[in-house]
């Protein structure tokens, strides 16, 4: 244990000497002073435990002295013990310890009584030093674990911050997400619906085109009479192209993918689309030199363009500038592989809030005035793009305008085109004038059914009709010879495509004509060959199919 300072103050040297051969087998360092001045001076040098002083010294006495050392702060509780041959009645000790001793030695020493003494204070020394060691020590921990504490502290306050902002953020996520859901699921529950409905729309039409077709033929050359019935067919028509809308937003619709050249597309049809938008309106295009070709049903896209224009003409009152941008895209999400062409129609018109752009691609929602609109233009187009292999987008902003951005694939040269045989096949007619066939049409619908039977005994053919699959393929078995089979496709128990497969194995050579009121037909469900009707088919169109269907089987023979 280190050594600890004692001084020892007295004017005569002898005297010092015998405290110093009396205190030197404590093992401490003793200092010596011959007056109150040096006494001082070693009391502001060194760091002193113990004093032994004398309390008769010429300058200043001991009382003066110890009166002197309790007055600095550092020394307030230093022990100081009193040498002295005189002054030991009790009022002069009273006064030595009102002075600030702590004990008295008397004159002559008793060396192990001094000894003694010195040892108690400097013991007391050591463990006061110990204690506010450990004190210290103790205080530093206390802070430094309340630091710790207060750090921790505001660690977990942050981690407790940040988990509550990820919990916000997950529900947040987690009610965008539901949104989405319950807006796929409301928008695939529409065009479940649209789509059947558009199916027995179309089977009315078929109906309605087909009878008013026939009437055309007999009803005699009156001018009233042919009014009134051209107002008929247009209005079927009219139903007819609306049903075409709806199949488009519920993906239902038949398309005819082909490889398409933007460029050349949109010149065709550039001036119909300005004649559309009107004189106030400027069309500005911007296409990309290098724009790869798109596999995309050519009809369907200008169709799509037509409307997004007219739109955007609506949104601008008839006068601002509608900008066409075209160019090659990266996909759409990671979802979506391969490469897209991405065509954005934009307009300076008056916008959207988020409201109507969130709803703006549902089915029959519209904000123009009644008779100007349908509702069903974004909705066709969100239909095409989808069902051709892309995505559409809308970005809106009231006072600024919108966009509507298309994504379409591009053509890889591996896309499957799709046979479709209803308007405008010029084939080569196979059937010979007064040539007579025995045609088998099988539909559920009573009225089509009529209805097609009516337009082929008109044709000259002979009709019978059957009103499912089944009942079909018992008269084939029965040895019952057709030329031709016209079916629908959607029947319950066995649908017209299941139907074609059988009659393509079982009878090859009879060519089967599919019609229905969408083309919902899963892959590889029919043959490759196999001749497709849209309801609703006009005559003529009935005529090229069974045209081509006989075709089809003079070929194979």
């Given at each position: 244990?280190?050594?600890?300072n004692?001084l020892?103050v ?33 009391l502001?040098?060194?760091?002193i435990?113990?004093i ?9 006495d001991?009382?003066?002295l ?9 020394y307030?509780n ?5 040498v002295?041959?005189?002054m ?12 600030g001793a702590v ?7 008793v ?8 040892r108690?204070f400097?013991?007391l020394?050591?463990?006061t ?5 450990l004190?210290s ?9 309340t630091?710790?504490?207060?750090a ?6 942050k981690l407790?911050?940040?988990l509550e902002?990820r ?7 987690r009610?965008?997400?539901?949104a989405q859901?319950?807006?796929?699921r409301?928008?695939?529950s ?5 789509g059947g ?8 039409l078929?109906?309605?085109l ?7 033929k ?9 009014r009134?019935?051209s ?6 028509e ?5 049903t ?6 519920a ?31 400027d ?9 790869p ?5 050519a009809?369907?896209?200008?169709l799509?363009?037509?409307n997004?224009?007219?739109?955007a003409r ?5 006068a601002?500038?509608?900008k066409?941008?075209?160019n ?12 897209f ?15 109507t752009?969130a ?9 123009k005035g009644p008779g100007?609109?349908t509702?069903l233009?974004l909705?066709?187009?969100q239909?095409?793009a989808?069902?051709s292999?892309g995505?559409?987008e ?9 966009s ?10 591996t896309?499957e ?6 308007v405008?096949?010029?084939e ?12 088998l049409?099988?539909?559920?619908d009573?009225l ?23 009942q ?12 031709v089979?016209?079916?629908?496709h959607?029947?319950p128990?066995?649908t ?7 009659i393509?194995t079982?009878?090859?050579?009879l ?5 229905s009121?969408?083309a919902e ?5 029919g043959?490759g060959?196999?001749i497709?009707?849209?309801k ?7 005529e ?14």
């Amino acid at each position: 244990m280190d050594s600890v300072n004692i001084l020892l103050v007295d004017d005569q040297p002898a005297k010092l000497l015998s405290y110093e051969v009396i205190l030197e087998d404590l093992g401490e360092n003793l200092i010596k002073a011959q007056s109150a001045r040096e006494a001082l001076e070693h009391l502001l040098r060194h760091d002193i435990a113990v004093i032994l002083a004398d309390v008769c010294m010429p300058e200043q006495d001991g009382f003066e002295l110890v009166s002197m050392i309790r007055e600095h702060p550092r020394y307030q509780n230093t022990a100081i013990i009193f040498v002295s041959a005189v002054m030991m009645t009790e009022p002069d000790r009273l006064r030595g310890y009102a002075a600030g001793a702590v004990d008295y030695v008397s004159v002559p020493i008793v060396p192990e009584v001094l000894r003694a003494k010195v040892r108690v204070f400097t013991e007391l020394y050591r463990k006061t030093r110990e204690l506010e060691r450990l004190n210290s020590d103790l205080e530093h921990r206390v802070r430094q674990r309340t630091s710790e504490l207060e750090a921790s502290s505001a660690e977990l306050r942050k981690l407790n911050e940040e988990l509550e902002l990820r919990i916000e953020e997950r529900t947040r996520e987690r009610e965008e997400a539901l949104a989405q859901l319950f807006e796929a699921r409301k928008i695939d529950s529409i065009g479940q619906l649209t789509g059947g409905v558009a199916h027995d729309f179309n089977n009315l039409l078929m109906a309605i085109l087909g009878s008013l077709s026939l009437l055309k033929k007999r009803l005699p050359d009156d001018e009233r009479s042919e009014r009134l019935l051209s107002n008929a067919v247009q209005a079927a028509e009219r139903g007819a192209a609306l049903t075409q809308r709806l199949l488009a937003f519920a993906r239902r619709q038949e398309l005819k993918p082909t490889t398409v050249d933007f460029v050349q597309l949109f010149s065709n049809i550039k001036d119909l689309l300005s004649k559309a938008v009107g004189q106030g309106i400027d069309i500005h295009l911007e296409v990309a030199s290098d724009l790869p070709k798109i596999l995309v049903d050519a009809n369907q896209l200008e169709l799509a363009l037509l409307n997004l224009f007219v739109n955007a003409r609506d949104a601008m009152d008839g006068a601002g500038t509608i900008k066409l941008s075209v160019n090659a895209a990266e996909p759409i999400h990671e979802r979506k592989q391969g490469a897209f062409v991405k065509i954005r129609i934009s307009d300076n018109g008056g916008g959207m809030d988020p409201e109507t752009l969130a709803k703006a691609t549902e089915p029959f929602f519209t904000t123009k005035g009644p008779g100007k609109g349908t509702g069903l233009g974004l909705s066709m187009v969100q239909g095409l793009a989808v069902q051709s292999g892309g995505s559409l987008e809308l970005a809106s902003e009231v006072g600024t305008g919108t966009s509507v951005t298309v994504w379409l694939p591009v053509d890889t040269g591996t896309g499957e085109h799709v046979v479709n045989d209803k308007v405008g096949h010029e084939e080569e007619a196979v059937v010979g004038p007064g040539e007579t066939l025995t045609v088998l049409v099988v539909d559920d619908d009573p009225l089509v059914s009529m209805g097609t039977v009516a337009m082929l005994e008109d044709l000259g053919h002979t009709a019978c009709d059957v009103t499912s699959a089944s009942q079909a393929l018992q008269l084939l078995a029965e040895e019952q010879s057709f030329d031709v089979i016209i079916t629908d496709h959607s029947m319950p128990g066995m649908t017209g495509a299941e139907l074609s497969r059988i009659i393509a194995t079982s009878f090859p050579d009879l060519p089967v004509i599919l019609a229905s009121g969408y083309a919902e037909l899963p892959d590889n469900q029919g043959p490759g060959e196999l001749i497709r009707l849209t309801k609703p088919f006009t005559q003529n169109q009935l005529e090229q199919a069974i045209q081509r269907a006989t075709g089809l089987r003079a070929s194979a023979a």
